[in-house]
T-cell receptor, first 109, second 114 residues
Framework: AQRVTQPEKLLSVFKGAPVELKCNYSYSGSPELFWYVQYSRQRLQLLLRHISRESIKGFTADLNKGETSFHLKKPFAQEEDSAMYYCALSSYNTDKLIFGTGTRLQVFP | DAGITQSPRHKVTETGTPVTLRCHQTENHRYMYWYRQDPGHGLRLIHYSYGVKDTDKGEVSDGYSVSRSKTEDFLLTLESATSSQTSVYFC?????????????FGPGTRLTVL
């Protein structure tokens, strides 16, 4: 069965510190992976997807099929990065996204 | 905000009463989804629609039904609300299948069942 695991409920860092939000998945085929973000009082929105291989707001994520991971990284956290982050998985034979339980990132000044 | 609205935005109801939540889009997107968001569970898919009158179950569909009679509206009904259905409900849309396309989310509906 498809599953997404985000082991950390809360991650707290100071401004300027590196950030890594962990995401592991289980899926036997070729997954499509996403990171969605929900800032305070805003709607959930797409941050990035692995197929685009892009960097958004300084965040990057690399798909590691060997470790079945898609960790989200940023070298220098900013206070405005504080939000709830969800990793999500889909595959080309379904219409559905499977979300992880989310990690709340707190960036202190 | 991708032209998605949800109504009502907040609702308090009593156990056993029926409740209908509405999702309305102005984007003419084919796919529409209903999720619930709960602490420790993240977002879980309730039902989704891949066209008018075409719907399918998600991960947590028990106790919920949906209808889509027009492209722009996707209704979620709790036939007899229970306290376990207290949650924040999000609607989402995508132009094509969720596996290939970005999902755009509505503002959410906070439902409290007493």
């Amino acid at each position: 069965a498809q599953r997404v695991t985000q082991p950390e409920k809360l991650l707290s860092v100071f401004k300027g510190a590196p950030v890594e939000l962990k995401c592991n998945y289980s899926y036997s085929g070729s997954p499509e992976l996403f990171w969605y973000v929900q800032y305070s009082r805003q709607r959930l929105q797409l941050l990035l997807r692995h197929i685009s291989r892009e960097s958004i707001k300084g965040f990057t994520a690399d798909l590691n099929k060997g470790e079945t991971s898609f960790h989200l990284k940023k070298p220098f956290a900013q206070e405005e990065d504080s939000a709830m982050y969800y990793c999500a998985l889909s595959s080309y034979n379904t219409d559905k996204l499977i979300f992880g339980t989310g990690t709340r990132l707190q960036v202190f000044p | 905000d991708a032209g998605i609205t949800q109504s009502p935005r907040h609702k308090v109801t009593e156990t056993g009463t029926p409740v209908t939540l509405r999702c309305h889009q102005t984007e003419n997107h084919r796919y529409m989804y209903w999720y619930r968001q709960d602490p420790g569970h993240g977002l879980r898919l309730i039902h989704y629609s891949y066209g008018v009158k075409d719907t399918d179950k998600g991960e947590v569909s028990d106790g919920y039904s949906v209808s889509r009679s027009k492209t722009e509206d996707f209704l979620l009904t709790l036939e007899s609300a229970t306290s376990s259905q207290t949650s924040v409900y999000f609607c989402a849309i995508s132009r094509t299948s969720g596996s290939a396309d970005t999902q755009y989310f509505g503002p959410g509906t906070r439902l409290t069942v007493l």
